[in-house]
């Protein structure tokens, strides 16, 4: 019957062989030894790569910001509202300042249109002589609910999303 051998070739003793389940003793301690190495690594390197990663899986929170009661808006009376919210910029918050033009057809139906002139995004104002909206850079004339009416502006102006609670008025913020 052959001897069997560890692999320094001495003789092994049965039960005092140095193998586990045909892995030498050498080979376990340095699996397990790998492996704690690895577990540390993960627990060490989870945190950073999660905090790294995050602004990259997060869904962007919706906002919802209030800017003003219904009571503040008169029907037909456009008026522009400025609001500021916070806003996750990369890894950061940031204090977004924002402008809206809020117009109540009545205390329960408005329009609320965002500030750039659907050309090239200049300011536009709301001229009350006229009843108008009017942008001041290439003429762009609007009506009271944001259509076209002349000027180089491709389309209406932009919609804001709004929703009412209570007698608040809220707008979404980006
Ligand atoms: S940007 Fe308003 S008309 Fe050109």
Redesign the pocket.
């Known amino acids: 019957m052959a001897e069997l051998m560890d692999e320094y070739g001495r003789p092994q003793t049965p039960g005092a062989s140095g193998k586990q389940g045909g892995v030498t003793r050498r080979k376990f301690l340095s699996y397990g030894i790998g492996g704690i190495g690895t577990a540390i690594a993960a627990a060490l390197l989870y945190p950073i790569v999660g905090y790294a990663a995050s602004p990259a899986f997060s869904t962007g929170k919706e906002q919802w910001i209030a800017v003003g009661n219904v009571t503040d808006f008169s029907p037909n009376q456009p008026q522009k509202v400025e609001f500021s919210y916070k806003k996750l910029d990369g890894w950061m918050t940031v204090e977004q300042k924002s402008t809206c033009w809020v117009v109540a057809k009545d205390s329960a139906n408005f329009d609320v249109f965002n500030p750039k002139?659907t050309?090239?995004?200049?300011a536009?104002h709301w001229d009350q002589n006229e009843t108008k909206f009017l942008?001041p850079?290439?003429?762009?004339v609007y009506d009271i609910t944001g259509k076209v009416l002349a000027?180089?502006?491709p389309r209406s102006l932009d919609k804001v999303p709004f929703k009412l609670e209570g007698d608040k008025l809220l707008v979404k913020g980006a």
Do not use: V
């Open positions: 002139c050309h090239l995004g200049c536009y942008c850079c290439h003429g762009g000027g180089p502006p």
